[in-house]
């Protein structure tokens, strides 16, 4: 069965920073990735994706990730972090394996904070 | 905007109680989900359909019901409410990919539940 491990439940950086969280997915197949941000008391939002094309992803706030199949790896950063990027982080995965309906397997997320 | 709603946004009920929550979409997507969130354990898939009548169980399945009647409309039944069952419960929509494969989904705003 797949699994997703995210490194680290809170991370703190300053405004400025480099952010980067960290998640390694477990399959035999590449499965399609995908963050999600969670504001406070909101639903997720798609941050961005990974569907088999370039192994760099670009996303939304000026976010990114890069697939690593070697690595087993799709790691999120952002060159500078912003007051506003302050939220938790889901990575998930797709299981292609499964049927019709395939749910996503989601980490246990990461809380992002970011001082000034 | 996936378009997705869900009510009520928050409620408090006691244990023993039946509770139905609600998830209504205006795009005619055919895959919905429940998934449950949970501090530290991420979100977990509760149950999934893959079309009207068509569901099927997630995860964390047992002490919940769902049905799907209409296209746009997928009910998450509690039939007797525990404590164990308060959690911020999220509906998602999922977006079709080729032969088997599903993309990302959709999450909508939550409905906090909390059992007395």
């Known amino acids: 069965a797949q699994s997703v491990t995210q490194l680290g439940s809170h991370v703190s950086v300053s405004e400025g920073a480099l952010v980067l969280l960290r998640c390694n997915y477990s399959?035999?197949?590449?499965?399609?990735l995908f963050w999600y941000v969670q504001y406070p008391n909101q639903g997720l939002q798609l941050l961005l994706k990974y569907t088999s094309a370039a192994t760099l992803v670009k996303g939304i706030n000026g976010f990114e990730a890069e697939f690593k199949k070697s690595e087993t790896s799709f790691h999120l950063t952002k060159p500078s972090a912003h007051m506003s990027d302050a939220a938790e982080y889901f990575c998930?995965?797709?299981?292609?394996?499964?049927?019709?309906?395939?749910?996503?397997?989601f980490g246990k997320g990461t809380t992002l904070s970011v001082s000034s | 905007d996936a378009g997705i709603t869900q009510s009520p946004r928050h409620k408090v009920t006691e244990t023993g109680t039946p509770v139905t929550l609600r998830c209504h979409q205006t795009e005619n997507h055919r895959y919905m989900y429940w998934y449950r969130q949970d501090p530290g354990h991420g979100l977990r898939l509760i149950h999934y359909s893959y079309g009207v009548k068509d569901t099927d169980k997630g995860e964390v399945s047992d002490g919940y019901s769902v049905s799907r009647s209409k296209t746009e409309d997928f009910l998450l039944t509690l039939e007797s409410a525990t404590s164990s069952q308060t959690s911020v419960y999220f509906c998602?929509?999922?977006?079709?990919?080729?032969?088997?494969?599903?993309?990302?989904?959709?999450f909508g705003p939550g409905t906090r539940l909390t059992v007395t």
């Open positions: 998930a995965v797709s299981d292609p394996g499964n049927q019709a309906g395939t749910a996503l397997i």
């Open positions: 399959s035999s197949v590449p499965p399609y």
């Open positions: 998602a929509i999922g977006l079709a990919g080729s032969g088997q494969v599903r993309y990302e989904q959709y």
